[in-house]
């Protein structure tokens, strides 16, 4: 195992260790392409979450917020063509009955399969000789619908047939009259949703990287068609912010211009944002689309109903739309491995996460120096309330000794500690009302007085 591996490999243990993520349904053996988010992890999410909304929503007169339900009617996925096209192709290992991703197999054997087609597929494998990883022979490619199919009411039929959303996005598109209607935008503007997504995934793995049941951040930006290429390059700029407020480094994101054969059916261009996952190297972080008009006249043919836009001169157009869409869990992912970190502190092995202040599950850890003395618990547990009403997410760490509770509030990311002791009661009166606080990043530690606390760690 190389280096980066086991760096992935570490990330991975310290999540489950310390309650980021969990196994879906662990208990019962795990359900693959599922996990689950402990309390540390739920933070991180949700702060993640809650900046973008703050960037690309709240922070911008050009956005409007959505949360559309996640069943839909089935039409809507007729339409938008995903019951009939949302595929991967397929290959099994005859014997065992295993399944590979075609694209992803070829990967791995070195061969760059995007927009091959099944016979290029099948080609390939008989010319090469490929068995499966058992060695087994296998079998001809064919396409899978990704689609997670349910059924609602009591009444067996088609009518209780229902999909899973694959995308968040075809949410929005419906809801594109309702918008407008209600809240009269200006073009050029965008409605965003945060929400779940499901695909029935032939292999999920990596972690978060590629699992049946994610979170998406999605933006639909409605322009006018002789505009979109330079609304494309301000979102492009956007998004460029986005990663950076993300603490990720310019030098683990590129972008990945997704060549003409290999894009999507209803896009007329696409670019990738690649970050260099550590063991698996460049992968899909977002995605930014041009959608052209496609996914509303789709709709608009289906439903029969107008998702025309009617300017103030009356004149009438379909919009066309510019679509950037971030996975939850791979920016999650992608914020730990760019935070991790070791080093030596006190001729110690440390390990922590350098998170940036603004995702981390606690901005502050509060401890008394000693937990067996009530005077300092007493005046820690005042600190604790006093900054857990102006901060929310603030960790109350008691136990052991001061030097573990700093490598337990490091290892989780917890920019700040503060600690009280006998100084902040008055024993060095020069020193009432004061505490320790210790950094994360540099193990410094300097006196703050409980005055100036709130605004020293803002
Ligand atoms: N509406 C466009 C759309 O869904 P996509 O490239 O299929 O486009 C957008 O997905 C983003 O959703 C990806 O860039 C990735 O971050 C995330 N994503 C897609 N499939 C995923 C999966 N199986 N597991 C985790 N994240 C996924």
Redesign the pocket.
Do not use: H, N
């Given at each position: 195992m190389n280096d980066q591996s086991e760096k992935m490999e570490k990330i991975v243990s310290l999540c489950k260790r310390r309650g980021f993520v969990f196994q879906g349904s662990d208990i019962y053996g795990g359900l693959k392409?599922t996990w689950d988010l402990g309390p540390l992890g739920v933070a991180l999410n949700n702060n993640i979450k809650r900046e973008w909304w703050k960037m690309f929503v709240d922070g911008r007169e050009d956005m409007y917020g959505l949360d559309a339900a996640i069943l839909m009617n089935a039409k809507v996925w007729e339409a938008s063509g995903h019951v009939g096209g949302f595929v991967d192709p397929l290959i099994e290992d005859t014997v065992t009955g295993e399944r590979y991703r075609a694209d992803h197999f070829l990967k791995e054997h070195g061969i760059n399969a995007d927009g091959f087609s099944l016979e290029q597929i099948d080609t390939v494998i008989v010319e090469k000789e490929f068995k499966s990883p058992k060695g087994n022979p296998l079998s001809k490619a064919r396409t899978f619908n990704m689609m997670c199919e349910s059924r609602i009411g009591a009444v067996a039929g088609p009518e209780g047939q229902v999909y899973l959303r694959?995308?968040?996005?075809q949410g929005i598109f419906v809801n594109f009259k309702n918008v407008v209607d209600t809240m009269s935008p200006k073009l050029p503007f965008g409605i965003a949703q945060i929400g779940k997504?499901f695909?029935n995934?032939i292999a999920?793995r990596e972690f978060?990287?590629?699992?049946?049941e994610?979170e998406?951040m999605?933006i639909e930006y409605f322009v006018k068609e002789s505009e979109w290429k330079g609304e494309f390059e301000k979102l492009r700029q956007d998004i460029k912010a986005w990663h950076a407020h993300l603490g990720l480094s310019e030098e683990n994101l590129r972008e990945y211009e997704v060549p003409e054969n290999d894009l999507?059916h209803y896009s007329k261009r696409?670019i990738?944002?690649e970050y260099n996952y550590p063991g698996k190297g460049f992968d899909?972080?977002?995605?930014f689309?041009y959608r052209t008009d496609h996914d509303l006249k789709a709709h608009m043919e289906a439903s029969g109903v107008s998702l025309e836009y009617i300017e103030p001169d009356g004149s009438r157009f379909v919009p066309h739309v510019l679509?950037p869409?971030?996975?939850?869990?791979?920016?999650f992912t992608a914020v730990l491995c760019e935070a991790y970190q070791e080093d030596e502190m006190n001729g110690e092995v440390r390990t922590y996460l350098k998170l940036p202040a603004h995702l981390a599950p606690y901005r502050v850890a509060v401890s008394p120096l000693l937990k067996n003395k009530p005077e300092l618990v007493t005046k820690a547990r005042e600190v604790f309330v006093m900054l857990k009403k102006e901060f929310g997410n603030v960790a109350w760490d008691d136990n052991s000794n001061v030097g573990k509770r700093y490598r337990r509030q490091d290892e989780i990311g917890t920019p700040y500690c503060v600690t009280i002791d006998f100084d902040t009661l008055g024993e060095n009166p020069a020193l009432l009302d004061t505490v320790t606080v210790r950094q994360r990043d540099t193990g410094e530690q300097e006196r703050v007085s409980l005055q100036q606390l709130v605004e020293f760690l803002q």
């Open positions: 392409g694959p995308e968040t996005a997504a695909r995934e999920p978060l990287f590629r699992v049946r994610f998406q999605e999507a696409t990738d944002v899909e972080l977002a995605g689309a679509e869409s971030f996975g939850v869990g791979r920016a």
